[in-house]
C-alpha cells in the first residue's frame, strides 16, 4: 500500500495518488463516514437541501415570533411592559442557545447530528405551542376576539413550548450556515470560489421565509386566529426537517474535535507556565505534529503567524517535555492549538464592531414602528390602513432584490479590479456595509425632523396619525436591507473562513450573538438617554408622545456612533492578519 492511500471505513484501500481530484482535501467524509466524494457529495448538488430548511425553518421562526408580542398581551392577558420583558427574555435566549448548540456540534456531535436532534426538539416546541393555542383547556378562554384570559397552567405550556423552541433554534442557527459552507472543499479553488455565493443565497433564503412570515402569517394570525397562526409555522417546520434529512446521502461531513474551549484554556495554561521560556526566533523549532492532519481530529494544520507571541511560548519544546513519550497537553501544545486561539483573539475587535451595527438593526422593530404608528397609514386614498410594522417588508424586498446584484453584477465587476475570487474581500464587504447603514440612520433622523416640524408648525400634537404617508419610511428600511446584504452576510462568511477548521459552528454562534448585544446595547442607550433628557420635568428625546420628543436625535447619535464605529472597524481592518492552512488532509 503506498504513503497516500485511504483506509475507508468500510476496509476498501483507496489509492489517492492514481486520481487526487477525487476526493475532498479538507477532511470531510460522507454521511458513511468515508472520505467524501467529489463527484457526489456536496456543492451545490447538496445546497438546495440546506437552503429550503432555512428557508423553512426561518418561515416557522418570523411567522411565530413577528407578532408574538400580540399574543401576550390579547390572550395570555400580559400588560404592554410584561409582554415586551416576556418577548425580548424568549428572544435574547434564541440568540444565547447558539452557543451550546454551536459548543456540541464542533466538541462531539458534528453539525448534521445537531441540526438533526435540536429540529426534533424545535418540532415538539412548535406542536406543543399550536396546542396551547387550540385545544379547549390548554387554550385561553376567551369572552371575544381580544378579550382572553389564560390560568396559570396555560401560561406555563405557552412558555414551556416557546422556550423549547428557543432550545431548538440554538442548535440550528450556528450550524446550517456552516454546514451548507461545509459542502464547499477549501483546499479547491474552484469550489472555494462558489463558498461566498452560497453565504449569498443563503441569506436570500432567509428572508424569502421572513417575506411570507411578515405578511401572510401575520395576516392570518389576525384573521384567522392564532391555532392556524401557530400551527403553519409547526407545519412549516416539519417541511425543513423533511428537506434536511432528504439531502443526507449528498452532504460532506466535518468531523467534530474535541472541546474547542478545552484546547483554548490548556495553551492559555502552558503559556503561564512557560512565561520565562525565550521563544526561539526560528519558528520551525516550535513543536508540532509530523502528520498532514493536525493533532485536532479532522481539522488542517494552521500556518504561523508572528501577533500575540507571548501564546507561542506554550508550543517550545523543554528537556522535560518527552516529545517521544506522553505528551502533557497542559505543558506543550502544538502551532496549530496556538494559532486556534490567536484566530479568536484576531476575530474578536472584528466581532465587536457589529454590536453598532446590530443596534442600528434593531430599529427597525422599535423606534421605525413608533415613528410609524403616528403618521398616515393608509395605502393610496383607499381606506385600507397597513399596520407600521408591515414596513420591514421592505426590508425583506430591499435583501431579496440586492442579493442577485451583489452575486451577478457587483462580484464579477469587482473581481476585474481587485483579482479577489469573490470580488471584495469579506472586511471590504462588511465595511461597505456599516458604510450604508449610516445613511439609514440619517434618512430617519432627516424624516423625523421634518415631521416634528409639520407636527409643530400645524398643531398635530394630539392627532393620533398626522397626515404624513407611511411609506415615506421605505428609503430607511430599504438602506438597512442593503447594509444587511454586505455586513450580515459577509459576517457569515469572514467567521467562516476565519474559523478554525474545528470551532466553525462556535465562531458563528460568536457572530449571531452581536445580534442580542445590540438589543441588549440599544435598551442601554434608550435607558441613558431617557434619564438625562428628562431631567427637570422636560419630555425628554423619547417620551410616549413623540410628538413632543426628539426622535430625531436619538437617530443623530446612532448614525454619528456608526461613523465612528466604521473608523474602528477600518482600522482594525487594517491590522487583521487573515488565518491560513498548512497543506491538506487528503
Known sequence: MGEDDVYTKDGRVVPIAEDDDVYTKDGTVDYKGNPANKKVTGTWKACPFILGTECCERLAYYGMSSNLITYFKGHLKQSSAKAAKSNSNWSGTCYLTPLLGAFLADAYLGRYKTIASFSIIYII??????????????KPTCVSKDDCYANSGQTAACFIALYLIALGTGGIKPCVSSYGADQFDDDDEVEKKHKGSFFNWFYFSINVGALIASSVLVWVQMNEGWSWGFGIPAVAMAIAVVSFFSGTRLYRNQKPGGSPLTRIIQVLVASVRKYKVIVPEDKSLLYEIADAESVIKGSRKLDHTNEFRFFDKAAVVEPTDHIKDSIDPWRLATVTQVEELKSIIRLLPVWATGIIFAAVYNQMSNFFVLQGTLMDLHVGKSSFEIPAASLSVFDTLSVIIWVPIYDQFIVPFARRFTGQRN?????QRMGIGLFISIFSMVCAAILEFIRLRSVKENNYYLWEHMPMSVFWQSPQYFLIGAAEVFTFIGQL???????????????????LSTVALGNYFNSLLVTIVTNVTTKNNKPGWIPDNLNYGHLDYFFWMLAVLSVLNLGAFLLIAQWYTYKKTVGSIR
Open 125 to 138: 416546541g412548535m406542536t406543543l405551542l399550536t396546542l396551547s393555542a387550540s385545544i379547549p383547556g390548554m
Open 423 to 427: 470580488g471584495l474581500t469579506t472586511l
Open 493 to 511: 462568511d469572514f467567521f467562516y473562513d476565519q474559523a478554525p477548521d474545528a470551532m466553525r459552528s462556535l465562531c458563528s454562534a460568536l457572530s
